[in-house]
């Protein structure tokens, strides 16, 4: 079911059973969320020892109240699931729950997702308290959606892990000879006569069979997603109807999240930016990306579930937020397709591992923070642009990010096991079209690619069954392809293809791959122009990390190599293939190739972004639409003040002033009517 809303939310997490014996700071808390401007927060999360505090016996009341209270005062909530983290006496009673790690030993109890998700007895436990909790709260009026669970992650390797996997594999592949075909076990001798014989991977065993590693990622994510029905199902044997999320996490690698997603109503996610590390349009770049990522999720909007009012104290350097970078940071999630920007966490915990992990209410408790006002300010924005709940991020440009890609690659030994850069790469195509005002989807393999006009592939390592076909279909009927280096190398179980690459696409892109240079960090070559190339490009750029050697069959170099014993091999070319154009690009080029290369190929090919003209260093331009409106964001993550390029068209102004210079992590809204 689809989750709307008519308001941005705004609030965050929020954990009253801490202060259940302090009723005074209980009511303060709800005065102060007020004042902020939020409307909703997430409760129950870590939960389950204060309302399960022992088997068979549940107390609910003080959470009933809560939210009785909440709602009275315009608040809603978020309703979780507490299997993040079980109570003692869960882990004393039934060990199995505990996790096994991959060198097979049992964990103890402690920490959060440690516990293994194919055990009866967790799967039994959790149902019950959730169907409970569903049959009490789930239909409350205050009660707008459920958060399972939270942030999950991690694997097991216990008996009954190995079993639910084998049984998985099973499924997969029919018979034990179409496995080890399909895993070409006869290296090294690794052949299986029966399903029952494969373990895990494991540092004290396998670790080299690539398609048993990228098997045993598969059925990870495969058991997190039953884990999620499991959840999921004990909500509604309880009752409530409401929509279903889980908090995802940045770029999280263990788990494929476009498999996660099927079985939620909404995404959301968790985003803890690093800013101050580096330049702070570059950090924009980065977090607008994920959003961009969980907003492809779903092709659906989406919202910020948590984010840091002040310093994450689980980073490295625990650095402040500089005034108007919250604002910003929570005004990006809206920009790029957010239905809200939340935070954790709503109080400040007096104790254990986040007790100094930023909050919109410290330990000090006063409302004269400075953290505090600027979540005012975030609430009373929000309030003030409101009118963009529910209008979309419509995209012309789809780039491919496929876990199952990416985890093969990853483990490919060879042709660099020091460093692929397979993200920081991604980000220079990304940021080149960011600024040239486009839209970007982040989509797997098995996406729709109708209605984008440009495909990126970067380093789309892994070509599944039938996306050649798709991608040719693509620029047979006028698309834009771009295609890198290291891509069309695998099938889906990691097996070379044979005949040449990139695979089912040669023709397409009119060359064929012959080998990949693996430079060392410290080496680097050119691209150098071919003279009258048709984007007119001019410069000499230079490449790092992989060079891909290529021969032509049809397609015409724009560039070359300028040193090593293939200099003069093309660099990028273009091949045309049906109504549209096939683009390759055969190494890791710096960050200005790659504006350059986008800005001119998007020219050439009469493709529009969001507003004429050149948009300024550190200025996101943002589009967001309804069927009668399109809204233009501007945000600046710059060092001066901008000028903003407008679109054409008259515009009305919903928020700040786009005829005056924009300030540093300063915001306009626009809206324009069809």
Known sequence: MDFTTTKLLHGGDYNPEQWLDRPDILEKDVSMLTEAGCNVVSLGIFSW????????????????KIIQNLYEHGISTILATPSGARPKWLADKYPEVLRVDESRHRNLFGGRHNHCYTSPVYREKVALINRKLSERLGSHPGVILWHISNEYGGECHCPLCQKAFREWLKERYGTIEQLNKSWSTTFWSHTYQSFDQIESPSTRGELELHALNLDWKRFVTYQTADFIRHEIQAVRAGGSTRPVTANLMYYYDPLDYFKLAKELDIVTWDTYPSWGKKAMIETAYDNGMCHDLMRSLKRKPFFQMESCPSATNWQGVSKLKKPGVLFAQSMQAIAHGGEGALYFQIRQSQGASEKFHGAVIDHYGENDTRVFREVCRVGETLKAISELAGSEVKSQ????????????????????NDGLHHQEMLLKYYRAFRKQGMNVDLIDMDCSIEGYQVLVLPMTYMFKQGFAEKVRAFVEQGGVLITTYWSGIADDTDRCYLGGTPH??????????????????????QFMPVDGNELGLFREYTCKYLCDLVRLDGAQALMTYGSDFYQGYPALTVNRYGKGSAWYVAADAEQVFQEDFIAKLLEHEEICGAVPGEIPEGLEVTTRETEDVRYYIYQNFGTGRVMLPLPEGETETVFGDPKQELEPYGLVVLRQRR
């Open 49 to 64: 020892s204060t309302l399960e505090p022992e088997e068979g016996v549940f107390h609910f009341e003080w959470l009933e």
């Open 397 to 416: 440009v789809a780039m491919i990010y496929d876990w199952d890609s990416r985890w093969a690659m990853e483990d490919s030994k060879g042709p660099r």
């Open 504 to 525: 089912g696409l040669m023709d397409v892109l009119g060359l064929r791959s012959t080998e990949i240079d693996g430079l060392f960090d410290w080496e680097e070559n």
